[in-house]
C-alpha cells in the first residue's frame, strides 16, 4: 500500500469499507443519525441534478417484520437498527422546473441555461425505459454515498437487491412512479471486524485500450 492510501482517512474507508450481514440488533440509530446519513446520500450526483432518490425509513418491529418477508426471510432487515427501501423516482424531471429555479435564484446557473435542461430533460425521460434506468443510475450511487458515510461514523451497512419489489410496493403503499432499487441495512456492527472480500485486481477489470477481452 502506498503511503497516500496508508494515511489518508478517505483512501484508506473506500478500501476498509465491508458489507456486513451481522448487526447488534440491541443497538439503534437516532432520527438525527439517520437524518445526517440521509443528507450525506444526498450529496450524491445525478443526471441534470434531478435527486432520484427518495428513501423509507422501516424501523419498527413490525414493519421490519413485513419487509423481512419480502425480502425472502432475510435475518439482517430486522437485525439491523434500520433498513431504508431506496426508491427512484422514475419521473423525477417533474420536479426539475423547481430545482433548476434554485439554482437561478442563487446565482449557479443562467436562466436561459437551466430551461435548456429542463427541455433536454422532458426529451430524455420521455422514454420510460431511460427514465427507469437512470432512476436506478442515481440511487445506487445515493446508496454508495450512505454506505461510506455509514463506515466513516462506524457504523455498518448490507446492501440487499434479493427481494419481491411487488411486495414491497403493497406492504409499505409505495406508488408505481418510485422504482424499489434496493435495501439498505445499516446500524452497529456485532462482533469483531469484518475483513474486506478478496476482489478481482486491477489488470483484470481495466483495459487502456479497445479490443481487450476481460
Avoid at 20 to 43: G, H, K, N
Avoid at 95 to 111: F, N, S, T
Wanted: aromatic share 6%.
Amino acid at each position: 500500500m502506498s503511503d497516500e492510501r496508508a494515511t489518508d482517512p478517505v483512501l484508506h474507508l473506500i478500501r476498509e469499507r465491508v458489507s456486513t450481514e451481522r448487526f447488534d440488533p440491541q443497538r439503534d440509530l437516532s432520527e438525527q443519525q439517520i437524518r445526517e446519513l440521509i443528507e450525506d446520500a444526498t450529496c450524491a450526483p445525478s443526471s441534470f441534478n434531478i435527486q432520484h432518490w427518495r428513501f423509507v425509513v422501516v424501523r419498527r418491529p413490525a414493519d421490519k417484520e413485513l419487509l423481512k418477508a419480502a425480502a425472502y426471510g432475510q435475518s439482517v432487515v430486522t437485525e439491523a437498527a434500520v433498513t431504508f427501501i431506496v426508491l427512484g423516482d422514475t419521473r423525477g424531471e417533474e420536479k426539475l422546473p423547481e430545482i433548476m429555479q434554485v439554482a437561478v435564484e442563487r446565482g449557479g446557473m443562467p436562466q436561459g441555461k437551466a430551461d435548456a435542461w429542463v427541455r433536454m430533460a422532458r426529451k430524455i425521460y420521455a422514454d420510460e425505459r431511460i427514465a427507469r434506468d437512470e432512476a436506478i443510475r442515481s440511487c445506487s450511487l445515493a446508496a454508495m454515498v450512505m454506505m461510506l458515510s455509514a463506515a466513516a461514523r462506524g457504523w455498518t451497512t448490507c446492501a440487499l437487491s434479493g427481494f419481491d419489489s411487488e411486495q414491497v410496493r403493497r406492504g409499505f403503499d409505495i406508488d408505481e412512479r418510485y422504482e424499489p432499487v434496493m435495501l439498505l441495512c445499516a446500524g452497529h456492527p456485532a462482533g469483531p471486524d469484518e475483513r474486506p472480500k478478496p476482489r478481482l485486481s486491477v489488470d483484470d477489470v481495466l483495459a487502456f485500450d479497445r479490443g481487450r477481452s476481460f
